[in-house]
């Protein structure tokens, strides 16, 4: 090991144990990496070349440790788009019947699915089987049933399985938690996270029950789900929750457009939430401790995100999330890293039983137990 | 009526019309009546001579419209003190047991009471019996039915019932109150309020079922309830409630310590609110509409109120609230004013209803129809 990469590799294991990075650190590791990284890089195809991967495709361009290699996709006229846009060989490319076949390419080390919903489980189940590693956008599935599928199926192929949760890596999110651990902010003692947007073309899978598996709850609730859990730092013990719909025509059975859900922790805190896919720009945590506050706003929109404690305002240098996210998820499939926040199979399936749980309580109208 | 007198006359009845007064015109009518004001006045005697009665009374030096002119105490030493602090003549003291003479008494108009919760009955009934008009600090009552018997009372004895809101007066209040009733905020959508605060000595009477009613939510949850029917402009149709308590010796049976609770309103708003007597510092309120948004932080404290708006930071001179309240409550029961967000005894059966229903349904963890 020649000492630059010597010094990398202790810079990376220094940042293993380190809770948080500061805005200057994540600099550092970027001009350093842009410079010289010579470690392993993890070779990903994108399963699904909607908006979103797109997304993930451009902000993969100024990643170190990650690259994009691979397009999988049921539009052939999408795989040439992605082919020219992104340097992709055809050796590279699946469509979602020849797919399995990726099993015999040695070129590629994991899928990233970015499909509806509904697809997340049989095209993880299919990555796992063909021996490659599943990352996969959020919600994990459609229901826990199905994410414990995912998760027996990656065990069983000896594949890591990973959930798009890029804000576990985003850097002031990291500091709040790194404040609330080491005690600063004192006992936590509520949370209050309301996400929502006001949802366009009413033909779009999202608003379709079987693709998507529910409305507002799976697509953007699920940050003050995940939110609270991280920010807490404890899993919650019930939920109770309520619905509401003003345009059923727009959302159908099964497709909700409100619901305020509450969720208890062991401690006593209470976190109380909202989702919608029928308000403007709510994108909002707060957390309320003995000692102080933090308050984030915009908390989990793809950035940069804004972040006050009662020490006054973060600095944290903003780095495309889903950048920071594909190079920190090459470290924790090919280096083993463990994240400050779980990203696996096992946290995906907490937000699933608990999503479960609110479709549960509104439903019943009563307080449902959650064991996480 | 002399030239200044037919101004100022002119001058209020256009306030009367005036959905909002701004800081400007706030300031006008200060100057104005420390000048000149020559209309009736509103004399007050205050029932109970604790913190909040010296803080109304110390308001009251500097109000043009109302007077305080005597003093009502169970504590012989305590109208002793106020007698020489504030210029209270002998014949307009009592104490609790000659206090039904006040009806001989042709120099009291109002009286104020400013007691423990469990109180306020009785002594607004003795009040009216007394042919006096009856002012309470809220909540008005223990409960809705108490509430009832007060405004029963105050009807048969002819006289006004006004109930402590004096935020219903306050300046950036009312604006957004003038914004959402104009359209220039679009359709309410969602309404937050978060109120409490970290209570102290556990043995005042706040702590104790039988004179506070209740915890937090007599105290300060109240806020968060009036706040989202001014707020949202409706009346709430039902209500589910959280409760959760971390240390039931100082928040004994039946005393709240943090309620988390949800109103829904006919159009499909949601109010999402939090009480609680073991947090710091939460006094928010938050207005997401269709075309803008309003947040006030602090929201109900004694100020200044802090407002923002999507169109920009509410500016308005700060006034101390119960000044502004006794002067326009003077005008309410001697003009026959009609406050833009009403303060009299209906207003305050509502929160009643609303806090009976919540109590109702953190005990049956059910959703609780109202009707108002």
């Known amino acids: 090991m020649n000492s630059r990469r010597h010094f990398l590799h202790k810079l990376s294991a220094s940042l293993i144990a380190l809770p948080a990075f500061s805005g200057r650190e994540l600099n550092e590791i970027q001009l350093l990496n842009e410079k010289a990284y010579e470690g392993p890089v993890l070779r990903v195809a994108i399963l699904g070349l909607g908006s979103y991967g797109t997304r993930v495709a451009d902000a993969m361009k100024t990643c170190t440790r990650a690259k994009l290699v691979g397009a999988v996709s049921g539009t052939p006229s999408k795989i040439k788009d992605w082919q020219t846009k992104y340097g992709i060989p055809e050796k590279n490319c699946y469509n979602y019947e020849n797919f399995d076949q990726i099993k015999n390419n040695p070129d590629i080390d994991a899928v990233y699915i970015i499909t509806p919903n509904s697809l997340h489980a049989p095209f993880a189940i299919?990555?796992?089987?063909?021996?490659?590693?599943?990352?996969?956008?959020?919600?994990?599935?459609?229901?826990?049933?199905?994410?414990?599928?995912?998760?027996?199926?990656?065990?069983?192929?000896?594949?890591?399985?990973?959930?798009?949760?890029?804000?576990?890596?985003?850097?002031?999110?990291?500091?709040?938690?790194?404040?609330?651990?080491?005690?600063?902010?004192?006992?936590?003692?509520?949370?209050?996270?309301?996400?929502?947007?006001?949802?366009?073309?009413?033909?779009?899978?999202?608003?379709?029950?079987?693709?998507?598996?529910?409305?507002?709850?799976?697509?953007?609730?699920?940050?003050?789900?995940?939110?609270?859990?991280?920010l807490v730092g404890e899993e919650p013990v019930w939920v109770t929750a309520q619905e509401t719909k003003t345009d059923p025509v727009k959302f159908k059975e099964g497709v909700d457009e409100t619901i305020t859900f509450q969720l208890g922790f062991p401690s006593g805190v209470i976190a109380s939430c909202l989702s919608t896919y029928s308000m403007n720009n709510l994108d909002r945590f707060y957390l309320n401790c003995e000692k102080g506050w933090a308050e984030m706003q915009p908390s989990t929109g793809y950035g940069p995100i804004k972040a006050r404690t009662n020490k006054g305002e973060l600095t944290h240098t903003h780095v495309t999330h889903q950048t920071v996210q594909m190079d920190e998820m090459s470290d924790i499939i090919l280096g083993g890293k463990q994240p400050l926040v779980p990203v696996d199979g096992e946290e995906g399936l907490k937000d699933l039983k608990i999503i479960d749980a609110i479709f549960m309580a509104v439903k019943t109208g009563k307080k449902e137990s959650l064991s996480l």
């Open 126 to 230: 299919r990555t796992a089987k063909a021996g490659k590693h599943v990352i996969c956008e959020k919600p994990m599935a459609l229901n826990a049933k199905e994410g414990m599928t995912m998760i027996a199926a990656c065990k069983a192929a000896n594949v890591k399985l990973l959930v798009g949760y890029r804000v576990h890596f985003e850097p002031k999110t990291l500091e709040i938690i790194r404040m609330r651990n080491e005690g600063e902010l004192g006992k936590v003692m509520f949370f209050q996270g309301l996400c929502g947007f006001r949802i366009g073309d009413p033909s779009q899978w999202r608003l379709n029950k079987a693709l998507a598996g529910g409305g507002s709850m799976m697509d953007i609730g699920i940050y003050a789900i995940n939110g609270s859990r991280y």
